[in-house]
Nanobody, 121 residues
Framework: QVQLVESGGGLVQAGGSLRLSCAAS????????MGWFRQAPGKEREFVAA????????NYADSMKGRFTISRAGATNTVYLQMNSLKPEDTAVYSC??????????????WGQGTQVTVSS
């Protein structure tokens, strides 16, 4: 069983940056591909980015390419999402998930509770 806890969310002005962290416990995630998703109020969950087990492959939603970067640190059992040039439309609850490197939430096995990101204009 893997437990995932996100942190690093908060309130930021448009154009600013945040780095989200996803810390795993229970067992190592070194063999899991990991992903980030987000969900804004009244909207469906949306794929953000994913990274494979060794960091050699990453996958981004088109609207995040060039602004967001997913990475992982095996030694700390943590996955990160660096978000730059944030826009008000990036406001959402961001959740990490383990078990796949695809864009489809149903492919993932473990989920965190999420962290709120609010971007003011």
């Amino acid at each position: 069983q893997v437990q995932l806890v996100e942190s690093g969310g908060g309130l930021v002005q448009a154009g600013g940056s945040l780095r989200l962290s996803c810390a795993a416990s229970g067992q190592t995630i070194s063999t899991y591909s990991m992903g980030w998703f987000r969900q804004a109020p009244g909207k469906e969950r949306e794929f953000v980015a994913a990274i494979n087990w060794n960091g050699g492959y990453s996958n981004y939603a088109d609207s995040m390419k060039g602004r967001f970067t997913i990475s992982r640190a095996g030694a700390t059992n943590t996955v990160y999402l660096q978000m730059n040039s944030l826009k008000p439309e990036d406001t959402a609850v961001y959740s990490c998930a383990a078990g796949a490197v695809t864009r489809w939430a149903s492919d993932y096995v473990y989920w965190g509770q999420g962290t709120q990101v609010t971007v003011s204009s």
